[in-house]
């Protein structure tokens, strides 16, 4: 986006523009530009202000209400941080005893808002003029917050202040490289962050309090010494690493913390239904290795472990609390004789049957109750599951939900409802 075009979105026009329009439609689009060009707006703010109306319209789901009045790149929307958990993030350097912090590539500033909003001042730092007038525009009602354009390598040391903690939201795309929907190419290796992860180490290392957001898909052997990992999961998917210096860390080591939208509430709920949270430690239930389940400990409860239980190797906690025993070490698939309250940990299901898992057996199984839709769940099978359900050639109008395991050697479909 042109950087002329970004500051007139800014203007009174600009905002009187923008709050014109109606909830964002696509099949709209092309009358609404029409009829605003007709109105004698440029087609570079025209086009400029449905895009933002587009991406507002995305970003509900993570920001709520507030997104309305921010603006975003889509890029840096996907990578941004949702409203409940930059609310985490701020909580830990509240916690830390930091005032300031500075966030060290900041986009379009989604964790410079959360850490404002509560309290602490925030120096937001983005290496793209464009996106850093976007953020700049987002912390415009913070008064002790600002935005300062430039590469982190070439700020820090001028930026750095006694007591100020640091927190890096690296960029984990590669400029130029567009994925098969056009969107720049997402990397996940630690040596392609920008800014680098050497920098980001040694900044943090000297800072009082420090935090990185990092790909879930990080290595637990490349956590720092003396660090926290926490693996963060929201409504049932892992969004983010977060890597914890100094007076940030809780408890050294791997952390699950699973986020969870409350019932009555939904993922674009925003600020107003605050959700439910719970921490997971590896100091508790890293030690708890219960026996491989076997054919003898199959019980009639089937439990699937949160995924940052999984990603962060906590799945003990569930099976502390179960007293069941997993399938493959690791996977987060946990059979128990007994139903107990799992809260957050993960989901319950009553196994009404099991099923070896060959092609023609499970037809049979499936034609034999008329069943026309089939949700099939995995981790550790090696099998493409739309491929199976095709080859089913489901007819019927019932519904079922099979588990794919492995027990004692053999591949079984455990029949499952939800509880």
Known sequence: MDASVVHELFTDDGRALLASLPPYEEKNVVMLTTRLRAAGHSPELVAAALTQSRLQARAVDKFGDAAAAMFFTPDALEQATRAPIARLHAQRFLDAGASL????GCGIGSDAVGLARAGLDVIGVEADPETAALAAQNLASFPGSRVVTGRVEDVAASLDQAGAAWWFDPARRTPGVADIRGRTKRTFSLAALTPTWDLIQH???AAPAAGAKLSPSLAHHDVPSGCEVEFVSYAGDVVEASVWWGAAVRDVGRTATIVRPRPGGSRSSGDRVPPDVLHVIEADFNGIDAAPASRASLGPYFYEADKALTRSGLVGALLDATGGHEFTPGHGYVTADALVDIGLLG???RVLDSVPLHEKTLRAYLRERAVGR???KKRDVDVDADALRRSLKLKG???LTVVLVTLDGERL????EPL
């Open 413 to 416: 479909a455990l029949v499952v």
């Open 101 to 104: 912090v500075i966030d060290g």
């Open 374 to 376: 089939l949700t099939i």
């Open 203 to 205: 900044v943090a290392a």
């Open 397 to 399: 109008s019932n519904a």
């Open 347 to 349: 989901r319950a299901y």
